[in-house]
């Protein structure tokens, strides 16, 4: 059984330049979340999909930041013009939709470093 | 507002005792919780959970406590190995239809040998 997969596990940048994340949920879930979480605090929610489709943002995800799942399976997140405070680790989750109860199950995040 | 959060930030039992990890929430309208496991450079692990309409779910070695009157969630492991070192978020799943979650600060638990 492959878990979610996140890629890459690590990656420092410099400020102000962009970075793309990417995210395969397990492979029959149709929904997928992305959290961000800072040392010593639990996971934010950013955003999520169900299929294809965007339907909710946090306020916490500002215009540098978008989210994409063009075929409903995997996602990517991309930060543009990095900021030294997007540093953190990127965590995507999935579940399937439709169940009385929907469990989240999260990949081993994404650790971004900005310089 | 919608919080989750805990009563004890850290957490150190004696290998092979009993472990509590508590945990408050604030959004009465909140019908599922969950705990995770996340170890070092990891991303949280599903231990657990528990709907509304229930008080108590068991799993292996764990336990969930659920008390709705006071909005008090607690998560108990029985016979803590080392393997059990960690740090352990509750989290309310909030929302509908996204099933959102909302995680606390998280406790972190040592085991001593």
């Known amino acids: 059984d492959t878990g979610v997969s996140q890629d890459p596990r690590h990656k420092i940048t410099k400020r102000g330049q962009n970075v793309t994340f990417r995210c395969d949920p397990i492979?029959?879930?149709?929904?997928l979340y992305w959290y961000r979480q800072t040392l010593g605090q639990g996971p934010e929610f950013l955003t999520y999909f169900q299929n294809e489709a965007q339907l909710e943002k946090s306020r916490l995800l500002s215009d540098r930041f978008s989210a994409e799942r063009p075929k409903g399976s995997f996602s990517t997140l991309e930060i543009q013009r990095t900021e030294q405070g997007d540093s953190a680790m990127y965590l995507c989750?999935?579940?399937?939709?439709?169940?009385?109860?929907?469990?989240?199950?999260f990949g081993p995040g994404t650790r971004l470093l900005v310089l | 507002g919608e919080s989750v959060g805990l009563h004890l930030p850290t957490l150190s039992v004696q290998e092979g005792d009993n472990s509590i990890i508590n945990c408050a929430y604030s959004n009465s309208a909140s019908d599922y919780f969950i705990w995770y496991k996340q170890e070092s450079g990891k991303g949280p692990q599903f231990i657990i959970d528990?709907?509304?309409?229930?008080d108590k779910r068991q799993g292996q070695r764990v336990t969930v406590l659920l008390n709705k009157t006071v909005k008090h969630l607690s998560l108990q492991i029985a016979a803590t190995q080392p393997g059990d070192s960690a740090v352990y978020f509750c989290a309310e799943n909030i929302g509908r239809p996204a099933q959102k979650l909302v995680f606390g600060q998280g406790t972190r638990l040592t085991i001593n040998p």
């Open positions: 528990i709907r509304s309409n229930m």
């Open positions: 989750a999935s579940s399937l939709a439709g169940r009385e109860k929907e469990t989240q199950y």
């Open positions: 492979s029959e879930h149709n929904r």
